[in-house]
């Protein structure tokens, strides 16, 4: 059975950190392009930041370049997002993706994370 599984999110001030982890269980996350989506209060999903299967190259948006990082633990099948410097504008429910073109596309059930002084 293929899931998803992100924990790690919460309540944190501006300027505070948070890992956000992501369990994948039926597949094997070094073969997907894993990503990262969020969906803030009122708006529409969009994508945070993406490892792909070869040599781990990442991608990020420009709102999070140089805050986040993303990464894989191939060992423990599980994807991480480190967040650092956060904003009040970064508060969102964070969701996990998996994509492995013309085999399948996965998603999490998504952590909550609130920016808030």
């Known amino acids: 059975q293929v899931q998803l599984v992100e924990s790690g999110g919460g309540l944190v001030q501006p300027g505070g950190s948070l890992r956000l982890s992501c369990v994948a269980s039926g597949f094997i996350v070094s073969s997907y392009v894993m990503s990262w989506y969020r969906q803030g209060p009122g708006k529409q999903r969009e994508f945070v930041a993406a490892i792909i299967p070869s040599f781990g190259a990442t991608t990020y948006a420009d709102s999070v370049k140089g805050r986040f990082t993303i990464s894989r633990d191939n060992a423990k099948n599980t994807v991480y997002l480190q967040m650092s410097s956060l904003k009040p504008d970064d508060t969102a429910v964070y969701y996990c993706?998996?994509?492995?073109?013309?085999?399948?596309?996965?998603w999490g059930q998504g952590t909550q994370v609130t920016v808030s002084s």
């Open positions: 993706k998996g994509l492995r073109s013309g085999v399948g596309e996965y």
